[in-house]
């Protein structure tokens, strides 16, 4: 597991227990060293004295065999004779028992020109059959005899670990200890800090885009404390979500003055366009004779007030679908709206190919049967207008699938530009320039699709490349009681 992903309490509990294994394994090793060296000391020391004794016990006795008053459980021993080296091990109460003449060489080893043991020195050997032995010299008084007294290391490592098997178990209880008794106690000290962060996750889930929104959640007062750093954060938070509730008031306050000042506007407008397109009619009527300027500068007249009006009334429906309103929702045969739609789009191109897929049976949604139809009218407008002659256009209507049902537009013309896509449902964003447009736009149409769409609690994304250009509906088959939220357009690189 990366540790770059832990959170912050097992990084904290990590440490703690890393900070205890280390000073107490320090300690330890520390101790065990000392002790070690003491217990090595003593050893050694010990390992002299009894060479020492054993030289004056073989100096009254006169015979090295007589080795029981010497108080050793394993002892090993060897004394130059005439004849040689010979050696004997002595285990307590028995006899000694002699040893073979390799065994006395490999002890009288140590006593070898080149590599002489002088008197309080020691030195290992492996004696063989019986394992290590730490030897010491000592001469017997009168006889000028020289000896060699060894004690088997095992006793001085039994020691040792009786010593450090407790110690190493104090560090691995210490450490695990530590394990548990830090979780406990950073769990408690982050408690404060897990509030703080439910409150911003709450927050971070609410839909603050748009609409009213009131924040009403805030960090309880007992984890404001400014003396602590977790308090810090928590009233740093509420001072941030008071002036995110502050600017998203000002904001939703301004959004209702545009809104009502478009809509407003929008309905004063009709009004005097629709006047406008009347009298140019009229004059060009029962204007009498009328030169070929003043029939041209009339036609335009008419045509630029029924562009206008157009603007009006689609910026008059996003306003109202701004403000939520409800739609008028009935049973929508969604078959025959899209074979109508269609019909439209092929008497309005028909320099285009237009073809439309349903399937075998008829698919009905609850929604508005205007607004649904504007919303695919647009897309028909749309792929018209910014394709070349000859484009094929096909309509899909796939048959229901977990409750909604999808309509897919596609297109073979060049395709929409990968920065364009991010932001192609926004209002007043226009393609001119890379799709070839042969009329003006007001660069609402998509954005009118986004807004009906939503309105439906359905989806709408665009899948676009050179000869490929996809714009895929989903509605679901049954509206929900409420409006809850608008989802935001779903760009997707092809």
Do not use: C
Not at 169 to 196: D, K, M, N
Not at 280 to 304: K, M, P
């Amino acid at each position: 597991m990366d540790p770059r992903n832990w959170t912050l309490r097992t990084r904290l509990i990590a440490l703690m227990v890393a900070l205890v294994a280390v000073t107490s394994i320090v300690i330890g090793g520390v101790m065990a060293i000392v002790l070690r060296q003491s217990f090595t000391t003593q050893f050694t020391t010990r390992v002299v004295s009894t060479a020492q004794n054993f030289g004056h016990m073989v100096a009254d006795l006169n015979d090295p065999t007589n080795a029981h008053a010497i108080d050793a459980s394993d002892l090993v021993f060897a004394v130059n004779t005439p004849s040689g080296w010979e050696a004997w091990r002595y285990t307590g109460s028995s006899t000694p028992a002699p040893l073979t003449a390799a065994q006395a060489s490999t002890i009288s080893s140590i006593q070898s020109r080149s590599n002489l043991l002088r008197p309080g020195d020691t030195r290992d050997v492996v004696v063989p059959g019986y394992g290590e032995y730490r030897f010491a010299s000592a001469f017997v008084p009168g006889a000028g005899t020289a000896l060699l007294v060894g004690l088997p290391t095992s006793q001085l490592y039994k020691g040792i670990g009786q010593v450090v098997v407790p110690i190493v178990v104090v560090v691995v209880l210490a450490i695990v200890l530590a394990g548990i008794l830090g979780t406990f106690v950073i769990r408690g000290a982050l408690r404060p800090l897990r509030r703080v962060a439910t409150v911003a996750s709450n927050v971070a889930g609410m839909p603050l885009e748009r609409g009213n929104v009131h924040l009403a959640q805030r960090v309880p007062a007992e984890d404001t404390n400014p003396r602590t750093e977790v308090g810090q954060v928590g009233s740093a938070l509420n001072n941030l979500l008071d002036s995110v509730e502050t600017a998203l008031a000002v904001r939703q306050a301004s959004e209702e003055k545009v809104r009502t000042f478009v809509a407003d506007a929008s309905h004063e407008l009709r009004t005097p366009l629709a006047s406008i397109r009347g009298y140019a009619e009229l004059t060009r009527r029962f204007g009498g004779e009328l030169s070929e300027d003043v029939q041209h500068n009339i036609a335009r007249i008419e045509s630029e007030s029924q562009r206008m009006t157009s603007l009006v009334e689609d910026l008059l429906l996003l306003a109202r679908l701004d403000a939520q309103r409800e739609l008028d929702t009935a049973d929508v045969d969604l078959s025959r709206l899209l074979v109508d739609v269609v019909s439209d789009a092929h008497a309005a191109g028909p320099d285009h190919e237009w073809d439309l897929e349903l399937p075998d049976e008829p698919v009905t949604v609850r929604g508005d049967d205007l607004r649904l139809h504007q919303v695919f009218a647009n897309l028909l407008t749309n792929a018209r207008v910014h394709t070349p002659a000859g484009t094929r256009v096909v309509v899909e209507l796939g048959a229901p699938v977990d409750g909604t049902v999808e309509v897919r537009v596609r297109d073979t013309g060049p395709g929409i530009p990968a920065e364009l896509q991010p932001t192609l449902f926004e209002r007043f964003v226009r393609g001119d320039s890379s799709r070839n447009r042969k009329s003006g736009s007001t660069g609402l149409g998509l954005a009118i699709v986004h807004a009906v769409v939503s309105a439906h609690h359905g989806t709408v994304r665009v899948e676009s490349r050179p000869g490929s250009t996809v714009f895929a509906v989903r509605l679901p088959v049954h509206q929900p009681a409420q409006v809850t939220s608008r989802p935001e357009p779903q760009p997707v690189s092809a």
